[in-house]
């Protein structure tokens, strides 16, 4: 049975970059509705950004302590098909906006030191209790400021009954995507600062040598 690792590219701005990961292969484009983000796009530009993108490419839009009315006002003009939640929301508000709105979502859960396996699992069997429109954890780095910090955590923490159900993040680049995937073996990958020129403006080269990496680490993992 072949190893197919989903990739996510996030936080992207042009439509140039948009159509550079789609022609890549990535399998969604993040969208970032952060304001304080250098990679923010208003809700305009994320509509224009969404009309460059084909069918069965998933868009994500992510939020960062939002409020419903907000998100379903971009909702209404940038219609991403999925939710991530990157903030510090509760369990009950993002059950609540992603209600509102109809789209299941991601919760990033951001690892520190003292976060355990153990957590972890107790994080994810929560929201899945809260609500059927929950659809996994994206699990990042904790940095000052909400995601795009470059920074790698502990893949050790990660259970490993837990890792084929997340999306892997935080500090992935060419150089070690390869080693996550074949260590996690996680559903997905998601890179953002690791595929720049600068923040928020992608380079195609990265996006393709980045994908090649994680096919290199499918191709071991489907023999193996």
């Not at 993040?30 to 983000?37: H, I």
């Not at 940038?78 to 209600?99: K, M, N, R, T, Y």
């Not at 990033?108 to 994080?123: M, N, Q, V």
């Amino acid at each position: 049975m072949n190893h197919r690792t989903r990739i996510k590219i996030c936080g992207l701005t042009r439509i140039a970059d948009v159509k550079a990961a789609v022609a890549a292969g990535a399998d969604a484009i993040g969208l970032v509705f952060y304001p304080k983000s250098p990679r923010y796009v208003s809700p305009d530009a994320a509509a224009q950004l969404i009309k460059a993108i084909p069918p069965f490419v998933t868009t994500v839009g992510l939020f960062v302590n939002a409020g419903a009315h907000e998100v379903a006002s971009v909702v209404r003009q940038a219609p991403v098909s999925l939710l991530q939640f990157h903030g510090d929301e509760s369990i009950e508000q993002c059950c609540v906006v992603a209600g509102n709105v109809n789209r299941p979502f991601m919760r990033a859960a951001r690892i520190g030191p003292e976060i355990t396996g153990a957590d972890l699992l107790k994080y994810e069997h929560s929201y899945r209790a809260a609500s059927p429109l929950f659809a996994g954890l994206l699990l990042d780095a904790l940095v000052d400021g909400y995601g795009g910090g470059g920074k790698v955590f502990d893949w050790s923490l990660i259970p490993k009954e837990l890792a084929p159900r997340v999306v892997l993040s935080g500090g992935l680049s060419v150089q070690n995507v390869t080693e996550a995937v074949l260590r996690v073996r996680p559903h997905a990958v998601d890179v953002s600062s690791g595929v720049e020129l600068s923040k928020g403006i992608k380079d195609p080269s990265r996006i393709r040598a980045f994908m090649e990496a994680v096919r290199r680490a499918d191709a071991t993992l489907s023999t193996s």
